[in-house]
């Protein structure tokens, strides 16, 4: 623990150190810079005492996703800030080098002066995440994208060709203030018109009280003729606070659980149930959360007890290192799993089609979108809300519409 603290500290003294650098190059007038170092030194300090200040009984609150958030505003950049002058210390270094030992000029100073304009195109590149997270907090975490993904696949019964299946996952209702936007993801989600709607995990992020106040909304989930149905994410077991007592944390889990019931999505805990159309049918399939870091409470193989391999199955599981780690090498063949969990650490870049890379892909192999391994597939929602940062850039919310079709795989 020592080490990690001394470390951060370390880290932390050098991102201010060349943060200063930069701005000592720019500013002539010694009043800034000595406010610009009490600024930055009474931040340190507040963030400090907030951390100090967390109650573990209570979990997040918008108040410490409002300070996770100005945090990131202000050492993001930073960060950004200092890459940019260690990169020309590199340069300087190597310059200095340069003129002592070959060229042999030691008249000179080893180290040359610090170019204005590095230190301008520092604080240029740095305000694009100061800009950007400006813009998750206020517009990206309610901008919802629909994203509609057709999967084809040789055994699908041929009644189910064109069927269609709106996936919402990691709803997060806890961290939402902005009732006309949820109305709004609602009606999106509604005008999908599709065949069964499911939703993959956390409807919460502690508390069952948190979605109290969005029943209402959640409820305007129009019926769907083959059902609606969930199964329970990390955030539903209630992990991440000190309880009083077993009693208070069984009683908030068997609540989290009757809220999915209340907004009408049949709840799969480790077993199936076969959606039927024209005389044919698919097994729907839903199990707790499986982590490879968290929980390990899915049980694969008593959801599909009674299952063959060559059932077509669509599975529901939370966390996508269980596709990674079981589901894809399972002998029963499970054709489809829908997860989420990951919200592609609602921070990245997506060019659809092109280019897509956030710090998730460094956690989880299958962090966002569609993958496949021999015929199987697995896709993972981007998330309906949002978690500790109050906000999204370039990875939006997402709700995704699934159509399954009869035919070669096409990824």
Not at 62 to 91: H, N, Q, S, W
Not at 111 to 130: D, I, T, W
Not at 253 to 279: M, P, R, S, V, W
Request: overall charge positive.
């Amino acid at each position: 623990m020592i080490i990690v603290l001394v470390s951060f500290f370390l880290f932390w003294g050098a991102v201010e150190w060349f943060s200063f650098q930069a701005l000592r190059t720019l500013l002539k007038r010694k009043k800034m810079l000595v406010l610009y170092q009490a600024v930055s030194l009474f931040l340190a300090v507040y963030f400090i005492y907030s951390i100090s200040q967390f109650d573990r009984s209570v979990g997040q609150t918008r108040k410490t996703m409002l300070v996770l958030g100005f945090a990131l505003m202000v050492y993001l950049p930073k960060i950004v800030l200092a890459i940019v002058m260690l990169t020309e210390d590199f340069f300087r270094v190597g310059k200095g080098s340069v003129n002592y030992l070959v060229k042999k000029k030691k008249d000179q100073p080893f180290f040359a002066s610090r170019r204005k304009f590095v230190s301008q195109m520092g604080l240029g590149l740095a305000s694009v995440p100061f800009l950007s997270l400006i813009y998750g907090i206020f517009e990206g975490k309610y901008n919802f994208k629909v994203i509609k993904q057709r999967i084809y696949f040789p055994d699908l019964p041929k009644e189910f060709d064109g069927f269609k299946i709106t996936q919402i996952s990691d709803v997060h209702s806890g961290s939402f203030d902005n009732p006309e936007k949820i109305n709004y993801a609602i009606d999106l989600v509604n005008e999908q018109d599709s065949d069964m709607i499911l939703f993959t995990g956390d409807i919460v992020n502690t508390h069952a009280k948190e979605m109290i106040p969005w029943l209402g909304a959640f409820n305007r989930i129009k019926e769907h003729k083959y059902g609606k149905y969930s199964v329970l994410g990390n955030h539903d077991y209630g992990e991440y606070v000190t309880w009083p007592s077993e009693k208070d944390k069984a009683a908030n889990f068997q609540a989290i659980k009757d809220l999915y019931g209340q907004i009408d999505f049949k709840l799969l805990l480790n077993e199936h149930t076969f959606i039927e159309k024209g005389g044919q049918k698919i097994a729907l399939v839903g199990v707790e959360n499986w982590g490879h870091n968290f929980k390990k409470l899915g049980d694969i193989n008593k959801a599909s007890q009674g299952l063959t391999k060559e059932d077509f199955k669509v599975l529901m599981s939370h966390d996508p290192s269980h596709w990674d780690y079981i589901v894809q090498h399972h002998e029963k063949n499970f054709h489809l799993t829908l997860s989420g969990h990951t919200h592609g650490m609602q921070f990245g870049i997506e060019i659809p089609g092109y280019f897509k890379w956030s710090l998730a892909q460094y956690v989880y192999k299958q962090w966002a979108g569609l993958y496949e391994n021999r015929g199987r597939f697995v896709y993972v929602n981007r998330g309906f809300g949002f978690h500790a940062y109050s906000g999204r850039v370039g990875i939006m919310p997402e709700i995704t519409v699934i159509e399954l079709k009869k035919g070669n795989n096409v990824v």
